[in-house]
Each structure stands twice: as structure tokens, then as C-alpha cells.
């Protein structure tokens, strides 16, 4: 704020010295006060206050710092800065050495301060002592005197920044300036006048003025939410009823793009989920490794008339069991007559067969005249014996550790929770979700051993794909409109509910992940014709009372009930999307 001979600048926090300094070169007035913050960085620096009074001193300027920081007072008086509490305060350079240094340049500034009377060229020397122990309202020249650069009568500075304003609040701090020149001061102060200036906090103002639009902005918002989003209504109407069934046979194609009612043919998509199950089970089986025995077995048999003659010979590989233990033959085994037994019947006998024993084992150490079967040939026996058969037991893989290793791969598959995600898929796209088409296509399986393989774990994987299929409700209703229409009159009854949503589904066929075909038993609900569209529009934003009024108003209506939620909407939303109408058969009905 300038007025004739002298300035007044606030500086802020966030000033910088080159800022400060063309603020005071570009000042109109030979005076300037520059009233400081608290903590104010800038002038900290030795280096900014030399830069501030070289500049000052260069555009004839005389500065006062307006502060009561004292940290600042020796660096202020090491250059020969006046300095004040306030701007009613007296003004000072804080040391007599830099009072004097102050001095000097003051007067070789040449600036000066006119007695009333005196002629404007007449200068005199500044005393710098004599102008700190004067008031800086005295310095200001508050008299009739003119400023020497300007000529311009000196006002009061007035500033309600100090902390006790005095009676000699209007002193100009211009008087600063006239102190540094060369000159007489015979002017009288004139007693200026205390101006409270009140400095509003634009911080807390613009924090305010943000929660009000808040605020303003939720009540909107909340106001559009409970009246228009939140309100909804169901509306039930009890009519005069009947039930058509309907079975059905469609064929859900992803290939196909329109619906064909008499081939049953309906658009539909598949969602597919893909899991990897992994289970292990430790071998749990025991084999014996050791040798296996060996031994010979001469075998008999007894052929009788009708059917007398040689008997077929044993192949070589024919099982022979002893003792419950098997043994395989390793040659052919021919048969020659050994004599009759008696009536009409002959013996036959063979050569010593060598056999081997199907698993290692001591057990299978025979001894002589052990009696063998033949396995297929019951006509046939033997008797020998086998020895040379070890021990050694290794644990093995058995089917049942098969089994166990995919149970426990089976375990970590929720199916239901595959089922819902797979039918909250269809669903965000906007398909009805046929939940029976939920199936599990052909799973790969891996298994890291084989029954009988020694290794002390086995490992199950399955690489299993889940699939569910979906189709558009209304393309599915074209099919149960076909199949309905036959059986009532189309002039007087409608769908009131196509029974979809509790129709029984049958998959006898999985199908491909691209083509199925199901079986539907819909019961489908048959009530008197209703234009629901131009009943909701005709309801819309009425009363309860009013739209039941309206609705009784139909043929073959009995009942009606209004919902509305939430509790406090007492209207039937305006938006017809909003109306759900439920159809209910009447107690009397059909």
C-alpha cells in the first residue's frame, strides 16, 4: 500500500530476496517498510539483507524492516538496516557500528526531510543517533514538510499488525528515510488516525465453502438415490388361473443365430471352467522279487467211449494250480495210451511238462507228489513237484493307491460353487443359465506309476473342463408360447407365467461343448389377457390405493396388493422398470 513518501509491503512466508528487492526498487516512495512474517526465511541470509540494502541504496530507497524477531537484529545491523518492533515503534540500526555505517550511506543517498519555511535546496547533514531516538511517525515528517524527490506532502503509515496499538499509530515509517538523509527536521507529526485492518483467513473460507458444496452435492445425490434408484414395487394379482404343460425337446447350438420353433432349434452359449487336480497316495502293496521255482508235472486223463481216442495235447503256457498257487507250463504236453481202466473207458498219460512258478517265493517249493489242475481242462490232473523259489519282499503300487491318489485329487472340487460361477457367467451376459447342462467333459488323466511298479508314491492328475450352457429367455419362450397357444383361446387368456424358472431339466445326452439337446417339462400359468407393459405404465407414480383401484379394473382379476420398497417410498415408482407384477392363482380358480 503506497501513499505520498513512503510504502508499506507484507512479506510472505514464500518470498524470495529478488522478489522483495524489485518490490522496493519499483516502489513510487523513497520509504519503505517491509513488514515481515514470523520465520522469515529470506532474511536469515546474511548475503539476501547485504543484496537488499546494495539495491536500496542503488534506487535511492530507504528500507525498514518491520519485525521482533531478534535472531534477525545483528545481520540487520551488520549492513545498516533500520529495524522496528512496529510501525510505531522507533527505528534503529541495531549496533552504533552499523548505526554509523548507515548513516554514511544514508547520506550519500542524498535523500532529506524540509523544515516548514526553509527553502527546498537547503540540505543539511543526517544524524543517525538523532534519528534513533525519535519515533519513525516523527521521522515520517508528518507536518506540512515535502518529500525532497517528490514533493508531495508525508502521511502517516498505518498498519494493525502490532501487538498494542498507541496513541502514535499514524506515524509514517517514511521517517525512516528522511533519517538518512542530509537535512532539518522542524516539521510537526500530525496524529494519525488507527486503522484496524482485518486480514480474513482464505484457507478456513475456501475449506468451508468446499464441505457446503460437499454437502450440497451428497443431499442431491442421496435425494436422486432414494426417489428415483432405490424405489421399487411389486405388485401381486390374484386371477382366475390354469396350469399348461408343455414338453419340450430343444437343441442348444452355439452355431445357430436364430431360433427355429419347429425344429426346436434355440441360439444359446457355453461357459467353460478348466481345473488341474493333483493327488498322491504312497504305495501301500507288497510283492516278492525273489526267484521263482521251478519243476515238472506228468499229467493223466481218462477218455470213455462214445467219445474214445488220443486227447488233445496241453499247449505250452497253460495254467496249472497247486495248493492255490499258479504255475505256467513251458512246452506242450502230448498224451499216449497207458491201458484201459474198465468197461469202455481208457487212460491216457504224458511226458514230465516243466512248469514255473507265476511269482517268486519260498511258497511255491512244492514237494513230490503234489497233485496240479489244469485250468479249462478239468479232465485233466498231475502230480509233481517244484523247488529253487527265494524271497525277496519290495513294496509296490496297488490299484487301491491308484484309487486313493484320485480320491484325494477329487476332494479339492467344490462342483456346486464351479456350478454357480459357471451360472453367474451366463447370467452377466445376459443369458438364462440352463444349470442341468452342467457337466464335466472327458477329463485328462495322468497317473506317475502302474499297479505293480515299485516306487513308494503314485500321483494323480486330472485336467478336468466344466461346461453349463445358456440361451436367451425369450427365445426359449417362443418355443413355450408355440406349445401353449394350441391349448387355450388367444383372445381371452394369456401367459401370465411361462413357468421356466421351475421347469424340470434333462440332459440324457452330454453332448459337445458346441451342441446339446435337453428335455424340458414346463408348467406354464394361464391367466386372463393382460398387456403387463400398459399396466405398469398405467400405475406408475400412483398411489397404492389407486393402483390397486386401476388393476381391479382388468377382467378375471380377484386381488391386488402393492409392495413398495423401501419403507419409505408410499408411491408406485414412476420408472415402469421398477414394477415387477406377480401373478397369482385365485383359491377358486381353475
Known amino acids: 500500500m503506497a501513499t505520498n513518501g513512503k510504502d508499506v509491503i507484507y512479506v510472505d512466508v514464500d518470498d524470495e530476496i529478488t522478489g522483495i528487492i524489485d518490490k522496493v526498487s519499483n516502489s513510487q516512495s523513497k520509504i519503505v517498510a517491509l513488514v515481515l512474517p514470523k520465520r522469515a526465511t529470506v532474511f536469515q541470509s546474511i548475503v539476501n539483507m547485504k543484496l537488499l540494502k546494495k539495491r536500496a541504496d542503488t534506487a535511492k530507497k530507504q528500507p525498514v524492516l518491520i519485525t521482533s524477531e531478534t535472531a534477525l537484529l545483528p545481520m540487520a545491523g551488520s549492513v545498516g538496516l533500520y529495524v522496528a518492533k512496529t510501525l510505531q515503534s522507533k527505528p534503529e540500526i541495531p549496533s552504533s557500528h552499523a548505526a554509523a555505517t548507515a548513516a554514511a550511506a544514508a547520506g550519500a543517498a542524498g535523500i532529506a526531510i524540509h523544515r516548514d519555511g526553509e527553502d527546498e535546496e537547503s540540505e543539511n547533514e543526517f544524524d543517525a543517533q538523532e534519528a534513533a531516538d525519535k519515533p519513525v511517525g516523527d521521522l515520517a515528517g508528518e507536518s506540512d514538510s515535502v518529500n525532497s524527490i517528490d514533493d508531495t506532502p508525508e502521511d502517516t503509515i498505518e498498519l494493525d499488525n502490532s501487538d498494542t496499538p498507541s496513541k502514535d499509530a499514524g506515524k509514517d515509517v517514511a521517517a525512516v528515510a528522511a533519517a538518512g538523509a542530509a537535512g532539518k527536521s522542524g516539521a510537526k507529526a500530525k496524529k494519525g488516525k488507527n486503522k484496524h485492518l482485518k486480514v480474513p483467513n482464505f484457507n478456513k473460507f475456501r475449506m468451508k465453502l468446499a464441505l457446503i458444496i460437499l454437502g450440497v452435492i451428497l443431499l442431491i445425490v442421496g435425494w436422486i438415490v432414494a426417489n428415483n434408484v432405490l424405489p421399487k414395487a411389486e405388485v401381486t394379482v390374484t386371477t382366475d388361473t390354469s396350469n399348461v404343460n408343455s414338453n419340450l ?92 481202466s474198465g468197461g469202455s473207458c481208457a487212460n491216457y498219460n504224458s511226458d514230465n511238462v516243466s512248469v514255473t512258478a507265476e511269482n517268486g517265493g519260498t511258497n511255491y517249493n512244492l514237494g513230490a507228489g503234489t497233485t496240479f489242475t489244469v485250468a479249462g481242462r478239468s479232465n485233466i490232473s498231475g502230480s509233481g513237484q517244484t523247488d529253487g523259489g527265494t524271497d525277496q519282499i519290495v513294496t509296490v503300487i496297488q490299484q487301491s493307491d491308484i484309487d486313493s491318489a484320485k480320491k484325494q485329487a ?26 442341468d447342462t452342467f457337466v464335466i467333459q472327458k477329463p485328462q488323466v495322468s497317473v506317475s506309476a502302474k499297479a505293480g511298479d515299485q516306487v513308494s508314491t503314485v500321483a494323480y492328475t486330472e485336467n478336468a473342463t466344466y461346461t453349463m450352457f445358456g440361451a436367451q429367455k425369450s427365445d426359449l419362450d417362443k418355443l413355450i408360447e408355440a406349445s401353449v397357444k394350441d391349448q387355450i383361446d388367444t383372445s381371452k387368456q394369456s401367459i401370465q407365467d411361462d413357468g421356466l424358472n421351475n421347469a424340470q431339466v434333462a440332459m440324457p445326452n452330454p453332448g459337445t461343448t458346441t451342441k446339446v439337446q435337453v428335455e424340458m417339462q414346463v408348467t406354464t400359468v394361464i391367466g386372463p389377457h393382460i398387456d403387463e407393459n400398459e399396466l405398469k405404465k398405467s400405475i406408475a407414480g400412483s398411489k397404492a390405493g389407486e393402483a390397486r383401484s386401476v388393476i381391479k379394473g382388468y377382467p378375471g382379476v380377484n386381488d391386488v396388493s402393492v409392495h413398495s420398497s423401501p419403507f419409505w417410498v408410499e408411491t408406485v415408482p414412476k420408472n415402469p422398470d421398477k414394477i415387477v407384477i406377480v401373478y397369482k392363482k385365485s383359491t377358486n380358480g381353475n
Open 249 to 340: 425337446t430343444p437343441t442348444l447350438d452355439t452355431t445357430a443365430t436364430t431360433v427355429d420353433v419347429d425344429k426346436q432349434i434355440v441360439p444359446a452359449k457355453v461357459v467353460t471352467i478348466t481345473k488341474n487336480y493333483t493327488g498322491q497316495a504312497s504305495a501301500s502293496g507288497k510283492k516278492n522279487n525273489g526267484d521263482k521255482a521251478t519243476g515238472s508235472v506228468s499229467l493223466t486223463t481218462q477218455a470213455c467211449a462214445p467219445n474214445l481216442g488220443t486227447p488233445d495235447d496241453l499247449p505250452a503256457g497253460s495254467g496249472m494250480s497247486a495248493n492255490g498257487l499258479t504255475f505256467i507250463s513251458s512246452e506242450n504236453a502230448k498224451f499216449h495210451f497207458a491201458g484201459f
Open 410 to 435: 477329487e476332494q479339492g472340487v467344490d462342483k456346486n460353487a464351479l456350478k454357480s460361477q459357471l451360472q453367474q457367467q451366463l447370467q452377466d451376459q445376459g443369458q438364462y443359465a440352463i444349470t
